[in-house]
């Protein structure tokens, strides 16, 4: 299986303890999101694990941890943008992010640290030569430590538009402007440049569809084939190979204010107060009406013996 740490929260930002501790376990409880007294035992153990993909906008915790991980196969999707505190609240400033970036890729690799500059928006003030200039600053600064950077536009939800008032929509030519200049300055740099989730067809100005949860990445990473379809719990856009995420929504303590996870600053307070880094549930424990199912887990490690040769 694929293992997602997390789109639903930044755990390497946040929870690295609570995570290794599960690691050293073996097993996590996860919470149905639709269905809270739904609970699935997952399995942690390598044997199991395909690979684990982490998410994060801070992968600072996780450096000091990756011997604990050694057994295993992952990679990171780091995210690094260039939007103030007004916006990514509590989110580290971008040259911590980027140090921190550089630092993971010295220590796995260039292939298991990918860049993510994303949700990409306008306002007023946040134009087409503020992303130029602020991509192409980071770029800069990435140019080495990754081959890959993976952008996606903003989905405008209504929480978004209540936050962010001054939103503006996003045509298709203006991502195709927006796509053609920042494929530019991603070559210019040597990295590959690719989109998210998106509709629109990005490939006139080079840019492919992006998979964030990606199996030929897993399979360049592990030296073996993997087998595996489309997450069928992802919307339609979505390329992403199947995975199971251990996350929780309404934990993430960044206050981006274009975040989908987090409903209110209040849930997310709520929710971090019963946080136990020794707990199998990322936050609370088991509660009376909690019906547990031991969730059936397979590797999707090919029966062929084709190897990889990782970049």
């Not at 140090?99 to 994303?118: C, P």
């Not at 600064?141 to 536009?153: P, V, W």
Request: charged share 25%.
């Amino acid at each position: 299986m694929i293992l997602s740490v997390s789109r639903r929260t930044d755990i390497p930002a946040f929870y690295t303890d609570w995570f290794i501790n599960r690691v050293k376990a073996g097993f996590v409880y996860v919470r149905n999101p639709m269905n809270y007294h739904q609970v699935s035992k997952v399995a942690l153990t390598p044997d199991v694990i395909d690979c684990t993909v982490f998410w994060t906008k801070n992968p600072v915790p996780m450096l000091g941890k990756l011997g604990l991980i050694s057994d295993y196969n992952y990679y990171f999707l780091v995210t690094v943008n260039a939007y103030d505190k007004k916006i990514e609240r509590h989110v580290p400033e971008t040259d911590v992010v980027i140090n921190a970036f550089q630092n993971l890729s010295e220590k796995i690799g260039k292939l298991k640290t990918v860049w993510r500059y994303d949700p990409i928006f306008y306002t007023e003030d946040i134009d087409l030569s503020y992303h130029i200039r602020n991509f192409a600053k980071i770029a800069s600064q990435l140019k080495g430590y990754t081959g890959r950077c993976i952008i996606s536009f903003a989905d405008v939800y209504r929480k978004t538009k209540r936050n962010m008032p001054s939103l503006k929509p996003l045509t298709e030519d203006m991502m195709l402007e927006m796509g053609a200049r920042l494929s530019e300055i991603a070559d210019s740099y040597g990295i590959e440049i690719m989109a998210c989730s998106e509709k629109a067809d990005l490939s006139p100005v080079g840019i492919k569809h992006a998979k964030c949860i990606d199996d030929s990445l897993i399979s360049a990473i592990i030296g073996r084939k993997i087998s595996v379809g489309k997450d069928k719990n992802q919307r339609d856009e979505c390329r992403c190979a199947a995975s199971i995420d251990i996350g929780a929504y309404n934990t993430c303590k960044h206050g981006c204010l274009y975040c989908y996870a987090n409903y209110s600053d209040s849930l997310v307070k709520r929710n971090t107060l019963k946080h136990d880094p020794d707990s199998p549930f990322l936050t609370g424990g088991i509660e009376p009406d909690d019906k547990i199912t031991v969730r059936d887990m397979q590797s999707y490690i090919s029966s062929q013996t084709s190897f990889f040769n990782p970049v």
